[in-house]
């Protein structure tokens, strides 16, 4: 499960502009459009208006076409401009860490995504993406905190006990990424990467009856799974 973005809403719309900077604005945030188009709009908004709100959304909207463009280098610059006008958003702190964190940039994701955690303590995706580069980093312990906190924050999500599970995995403790990953089936039971998780667990505890059910069930959920087909074959299933 990959790292997700936030796209800032609204918050600017009610201010007075200019009819050509209020269309500009409303192409920047037109998911309609094609995100070159949309870049085009937020860049031209930015050459047309001084203020700051309006401007921070336009860099966190364009930091995030560009992020999701694959051109993480220049959104990480939009985002840290958008900083520059609002310092207390966690929203362009947590945007910046998903961005270095694709770089590999791993401690300056975490140290953006902490300043999300100190702006914003109760959104678990900021406790989740920190886990990831926690993860990414070998810092599995400090993972498994920030995933535990993203549970409590939102019980009802498979993601973070997948990614708790995936931690206990990278630390060798395969029983608990087991419990782990139980929990996150039965809230997403049509993700075929949980059961291939799952099934790489009991596969490593020589369960192998286990490993190729959940390989099995792998496939069927998503019959394109290759990691599920290669799990399948290597233990001498069917083809």
Known sequence: MSACLLVLGAAAAALAQTETAEALLDAC???????????????????????AVIRTEAFLQRGVLRELGGESETAVADYSEAIKLDPSSALAHFNRGNAYDQLGKYDLAIADY?????????????????????????????????????????GKSARPFYNRGLAYANKGDWRRAI???????KLAPDDADLYVAR?????ELGEEGEAKADYAKALEVDPESEDAREGINRLGGPR
Request: aromatic share 6%; net charge negative; hydrophobic share 30%.
């Open 29 to 51: 945030r037109d998911d309609a459009r094609s995100g070159s188009q949309r870049i085009g709009a937020c860049t031209r908004l930015l050459e047309a208006t001084k203020d």
């Open 114 to 154: 902490s300043q999300a955690i100190k702006l914003d303590p109760k959104e678990p995706d900021y406790f989740n993406n920190r886990g990831q580069a926690y993860d990414h980093n070998g810092q599995h312990d400090l993972a498994i905190a920030d995933y535990t906190m993203a549970s409590k924050l939102n």
């Open 179 to 185: 419990d782990d990953l139980d929990q996150a089936i």
């Open 199 to 203: 099934g790489a667990a009991h596969e």
